[in-house]
């Protein structure tokens, strides 16, 4: 894979220049704020970026916002965001629409390197891959209102595991259900979403990202 690093602390970023090289990917760009993150981006056209949130200048939110923007001019721009930090507000504005490609992780939450380089693969897949924690905090802020309040506690726990990317047989082992049962829940979540079997739209996305734009 092409990808291109934005994060401001030298130590972090060499290390994951050495890590994904190592892995035999191309590191097009590792850069340390968010306008030479922009300008990389546009330029290299990279399969996934890397992004912290917190860079130059103010050290506030500069990543982040970085990110929305440039997926707003190319929709499907694979950003994988990693932080310390949950910020929900911009974060629900990157999760927005339907492109897919986008994740979200937790520095000091990723145990194992292999677990970082396969959301990164899955990301420049166009899956939705987010930390269950970045899920917490962002269900915590969503309303209540519209088909959401027909969803019961199961089904949102259901909706919840999906977001973190499992899988149907994944999310029977971790809530102790059989694949058929939560195959029902599934089926029902999307009803309840509006959601119709599509050929040109991942339902499972679609889903969540319903579930936290609203």
Do not use: W
């Not at 829940?185 to 979403?193: A, D, M, N, P």
């Amino acid at each position: 894979m092409r990808i291109v690093i934005a994060e401001d602390s030298a130590i972090l970023r060499q290390g994951l220049v050495e890590l994904l090289s190592l892995r035999g990917h191309e590191v097009a760009a590792a850069v340390k704020n968010a306008d030479d993150l922009r300008t990389a981006v546009r330029e290299h056209r990279p399969d996934v970026s890397i992004v912290d949130i917190r860079m130059p200048p103010t050290h506030t939110d500069e990543g982040l916002r970085a990110a929305i923007d440039l997926r707003a001019e190319r929709p499907g721009c694979a950003i994988l965001v990693f932080s310390q930090y949950v910020e929900t507000n911009y974060a629900k504005q990157l999760l927005a629409g339907e492109a897919g490609a986008v994740g979200y992780l937790l520095k000091d939450r990723v145990a194992e390197v292999s677990d970082f380089l396969t959301a990164l693969e899955r990301v420049a897949a166009g899956e939705t891959v987010l930390d269950p924690e970045v899920v917490r905090q962002l269900f915590a802020t969503t309303g209540q209102a519209g088909p959401l309040a027909e969803l019961t506690p199961r089904e949102r726990e259901i909706l919840g595991l999906m977001a973190q990317g499992r899988s149907n047989s994944a999310i029977a082992a971790e809530a102790f259900l059989s694949a058929g049962s939560v195959e029902k829940y599934v089926t029902s979540i999307f009803g309840k979403l509006g959601l119709p079997p599509s050929d040109g739209h991942n339902r499972r996305v679609l889903a969540v990202l319903r579930y936290l734009d609203s």
